[in-house]
């Protein structure tokens, strides 16, 4: 009986802990351009599909080109810890595209 019970509770506790998870925040730090006048800018985004570098290069391509600017490449892709410490150095930048 007892077993029975603890293999309950694991397997609610397991259940419960999984949109914890597949909520995790996925973000990717990214360079851009603009030409004439040159203009760069390093920013911080919140990707919505898989977290890896191909996606955040494919969400990220198109958002920047719609306000003019052109995705110099994708730096890193990381979850909700890294987003504090990238703030300062995004800027304006933060979380915009």
């Known amino acids: 009986m007892r077993t029975s019970y603890l293999s309950l509770l694991t397997a609610l506790a397991v259940t419960l802990a999984l949109p914890a998870a597949a909520t995790a925040g996925c ?7 603009q030409d004439d006048p040159l203009r760069l800018h390093y920013g911080v985004a919140q990707i919505n599909g898989a977290c890896d570098a191909a996606e955040a290069k494919a969400e990220l391509s198109p958002r920047l080109a719609a306000e003019g600017w052109t995705l110099l490449n994708v730096l890193s892709v990381f979850g909700d810890e890294g987003l504090d410490q990238r703030k300062d150095s995004a800027g304006k930048f933060h979380l915009r595209f």
């Open 27 to 33: 973000y990717a730090d990214y360079k851009a351009k």
